[in-house]
């Protein structure tokens, strides 16, 4: 068995695309996932299934919301060792130590077109900044994420790929949720 992690973009943000944890819970387990433990109402699902292409767990986890919520939801999954990997590579960890409280985490549905990046490379982004490792944008807002111009939005529009971003803590948290039911 292979652990995964799934992130949903766009659930439970204000008031629209609602699903409660232990529904979501529910949908995952009738999938025949084994271990679902969900984190935080964002849709963060760690899950266990005989090791597959991660491409093909995000259809089937999209195509069952879409039957049982009624609504399309953009789902990555990643698998636990490349959720660790992203965890131990964060260059603003690494090399500046910055503080965990303003970094974040962009997850990108495939890596973009190098035409794409080096538009958004050349831009003003104040005192954020963001570091691409392939499907993964490490960031950095100073000014806390919710006035950065780095939104999900923005990789979306300008990368042409579907991204979804969390909070240095909750990437931390999920590495521990899965590494925990790995070994249990």
């Known amino acids: 068995m292979e652990t995964y992690i799934s992130i949903l973009r766009g659930i439970n943000v204000s008031g629209h695309k609602l699903i409660?944890?232990?529904?979501?819970?529910?949908?995952y387990e009738s999938l025949n996932f084994k271990k679902v433990k969900t984190y935080i109402q964002s849709?963060?699902?760690v899950?266990?299934?005989?090791?597959?292409?991660?491409?093909?767990?995000?259809e089937k986890i999209s195509k069952q919301i879409?039957?049982?919520?009624?609504?399309?939801?953009?789902v990555l999954v990643k698998e636990k060792s490349e959720l660790i990997t992203i965890l131990q590579n964060n260059p603003f960890l690494d090399?500046?130590?910055?503080?965990?409280t303003k970094l974040h985490v962009t997850f990108l549905?495939?890596?973009p077109e190098m035409?794409?990046?080096?538009?958004?490379?050349?831009?003003?982004?104040?005192?954020d900044?963001?570091?691409?490792?392939?499907?993964?944008?490490?960031l950095f807002c100073p000014d806390g994420y919710g006035r950065t111009k780095l939104t999900n939005n923005f990789f979306e529009n300008k990368l042409k790929v579907v991204a979804t971003t969390r909070n240095w803590n909750t990437i931390n948290q999920l590495v521990e949720m899965a590494e925990g039911i790995s070994i249990k």
């Open 66 to 74: 879409a039957n049982d919520f009624h609504f399309e939801v953009p």
């Open 115 to 127: 035409d794409s990046l080096a538009t958004i490379k050349a831009g003003n982004y104040n005192n």
């Open 43 to 45: 849709g963060n699902v």
């Open 95 to 100: 090399k500046r130590k910055e503080d965990v």
């Open 109 to 111: 549905s495939k890596e």
């Open 47 to 58: 899950f266990q299934d005989k090791k597959t292409n991660c491409k093909n767990l995000e």
């Open 129 to 138: 900044e963001f570091i691409l490792s392939g499907k993964t944008v490490y």
């Open 20 to 27: 409660k944890m232990p529904e979501l819970l529910k949908m």
